[in-house]
């Protein structure tokens, strides 16, 4: 009997040490994007939904390059870019980070004006942001380098605009911390996608089709992934009609 019990215990210890040493089921790796604030409305939804539908976790870090860098030198499997210039600034700044022959173009993107909730200066036009006492913004840097140049020097418009020029920084991240600190400034030329992240404090004033400035969002694998398939696939998922259903809702063609 009392071997039948010391049997029973041995089995049971065996069984226990046996659990221990089991390897769990593998879990697979998480995807890891990087790029700018921007483009971070439908890359987030786009990651959410490509991670449901394929059960592999994608984790989107967005936001000005510097917070971001060291971390994606690490461990990025993609990176991103606000304009196809950005993307070929970061590609020539970190060269090897990324692999150039995966690079492809995503969706366009129109540029716009926000304005204060209400239209308090009644702008409707880019001829109305060259009035006097307009108040306005300027990112020089984030996709937006020469943005607000660009559209008024098709319409005549350079140096109207510059005189009003009362704030120029380098990021979208400036930028919103501004327009929510300064009440007097009064529009914003940038992108209309910004418009859909901050709905409570802008409202968008569209240019005519004639008029429009468009810039793309390209993405690239970086050399150094090990889940290179993953990445590729994620990429397929953005090319997707699902994925391009995504990025129209937040304001890109």
Avoid: C
Wanted: no cysteine; hydrophobic share 45%; net charge positive.
């Amino acid at each position: 009997m009392r071997a039948r019990v010391r049997n029973s215990g041995f089995l049971a210890a065996t069984a226990a040490l046996l659990a221990l040493a089991r390897p769990a089921a593998a879990q697979p790796d998480t995807l890891r994007v990087y790029g700018p604030g921007g483009p971070q409305g439908p890359m987030q939804e786009a990651a959410d939904s490509f991670a449901r539908a394929q059960g592999v976790p994608v984790r989107v870090v967005a936001g000005p390059e510097a917070q971001w860098l060291e971390r994606a030198k690490l461990n990025a499997d993609l990176v991103f870019g606000g304009a196809e210039y950005m993307l070929t600034q970061f590609a020539l700044a970190h060269p090897g980070l990324l692999d150039e022959r995966s690079r492809v173009s995503l969706y366009e993107r129109p540029a716009g004006i926000l304005v204060r909730k209400g239209n308090p200066k009644r702008i409707r036009t880019l001829a109305d942001l060259a009035r006097p006492g307009v108040r306005l913004v300027d990112v020089a840097g984030a996709g937006q380098l020469g943005l607000w140049e660009d559209l008024a020097g098709r319409a005549g418009l350079t140096a109207g605009l510059q005189r009003n020029v009362a704030r120029s920084v380098r990021s979208s991240a400036e930028a919103i911390a501004l327009w929510k600190q300064d009440p007097t400034l009064d529009a914003w030329i940038t992108y209309e996608s910004w418009h859909y992240r901050l709905r409570d404090g802008t409202a968008l004033v569209r240019l005519p089709e004639g008029e429009r400035l468009y810039r793309g969002t390209p993405i690239a694998i970086t050399a150094r992934s090990t889940q290179r398939a993953r990445a590729e696939q994620f990429v397929r998922f953005l090319r997707s009609e699902a994925g391009h259903a995504i990025f129209r809702r937040w304001g890109w063609r």
